[in-house]
């Protein structure tokens, strides 16, 4: 499955906010080997749609889909010339699918930050800077071998060559991959380099308690959020600190104490939210059975490819998708009048799933 790793310097409050994550997993009596991989925070994925499902077609129970956080061990400068941990580092960001990128933006005297300051535009640019230099490394080995297939019309090493020309400048000016554009084929072979500047980002700055019922008014927030609009990138502003304390809270009091702060939902869910649709995830449900139950699928992907994450028994005998979307089982409010509106689709082979569908598949045993 598709993880999110969390990545920042020394002091930012990243093992808070995993500690964060992982007590709120920890509550999910559901997942009890949550805890086997210490680097990895297993946590629900919030969703609103599953009560009111549940509430049309009454079930023994609500499952929600789950998201995987990595811990990544903290970074050290020099990264990128292979130094110790260093090497590690690296190594770990590239086996995540999507970078959260965490940022110090509280000012606390009793914590040193490693520039002693509070300045997270400083912080963003010391960890870029790292992945730019090891990108750089791997393009400039690949480079010339490339570059002498492609003397032979070589068509596939033509067409890398097009791409390395395009991606070895931007980085040798510091920018990230993400922020080139691609055509289709390109894409497809920026993919295959395996290039950590390309991993979307999403920027987290650690912001004081204070300011988390109006991040936009926070001037580190502002830098943080500016600095990721000018990249196409999203940023959040969260506390670490009290995130761990409200997960450990019960629902009830998960309510209270954000209503007292002056929000709606919690940082981590917010976190959560922004993670999944960095990485392109989306939302299923099955419903009807024992269970009302979400599912996480990428978004692209046909019905058949979607049951094969139900049972691989599903994808091998499909044979269609009965479907109702969450909107029109909301606003229809139970199956017999969405099936009386014509609102209960059939689908083929083909369809490509959308976020929120209800799906009952048919499939051959
Ligand atoms: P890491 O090295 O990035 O994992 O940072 P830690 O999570 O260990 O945090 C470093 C220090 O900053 C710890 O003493 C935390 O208690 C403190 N800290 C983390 N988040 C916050 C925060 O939001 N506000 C304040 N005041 N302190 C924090």
Do not use: C
């Amino acid at each position: 499955s598709l993880t999110a790793g969390i990545v920042g310097l020394p002091n930012v409050g990243k093992s808070t906010l995993f500690n964060a994550i992982t007590k709120a997993g920890a509550e999910m009596a559901n997942y009890p080997f949550a805890t086997i991989d210490p680097n990895v925070g297993m946590v629900e994925v919030p969703d609103k749609r599953l009560a009111r499902i549940d509430e049309l077609i009454p079930a023994k129970k609500i499952i929600h889909t789950t998201f995987e956080f990595t811990d990544i061990a903290g970074i050290v400068k020099g990264a990128s010339k292979g130094e110790g941990l260093g090497n590690k580092f690296l190594e770990n960001i590239r086996q995540v699918d999507a970078i959260i990128h965490v940022v110090r933006a509280f000012a606390d005297d009793e914590i040193t930050s490693v520039t002693g300051t509070v300045d997270p535009l400083d912080d963003i640019e010391t960890i870029n800077l790292e992945l730019v230099l090891a990108d750089l490394d791997s393009i400039n080995k690949r480079y010339e071998r490339v570059k002498k297939v492609a003397r032979t019309r070589d068509k596939e090493a033509v067409a890398e060559l097009e791409v390395l020309d395009k991606i070895k400048p931007a980085l040798e000016d510091g920018q990230p991959v993400r922020s080139l554009e691609f055509d289709e084929d390109q894409a497809k072979i920026v993919k295959g380099l395996f290039l950590l500047t390309a991993k979307p980002v999403l920027y987290v700055a650690n912001i004081a308690e204070e300011s988390m019922a109006d991040p936009d008014s926070d001037q580190y927030y502002q830098v943080v959020r500016d600095y990721a609009q000018k990249e196409g990138a999203q940023a959040l502003g969260i506390s670490a600190k009290t995130e761990e304390e409200i997960a450990e809270l019960d629902d009830d009091d998960k309510k209270d104490f954000l209503a007292a702060e002056g929000v709606s939902e919690s940082g981590l869910d917010r976190l959560i939210q922004a993670s999944y649709s960095l990485l392109g995830l989306a939302t299923f449900f099955t419903a009807g059975g024992k269970e009302t139950r979400a599912w996480t699928f990428k978004r692209g992907m046909k019905a058949p490819q979607v049951a094969g994450i139900i049972h691989s028994d599903f994808e091998r005998g499909f044979i269609r998708a009965e479907t109702v979307s969450f909107a029109d089982l909301d606003h229809y409010g139970s199956m017999q009048a969405v099936r009386e509106a014509g609102r209960l689709r059939s689908e083929g082979k083909e369809y490509v799933v959308q976020d929120g569908d209800i799906i009952e598949f048919r499939f051959n045993v």
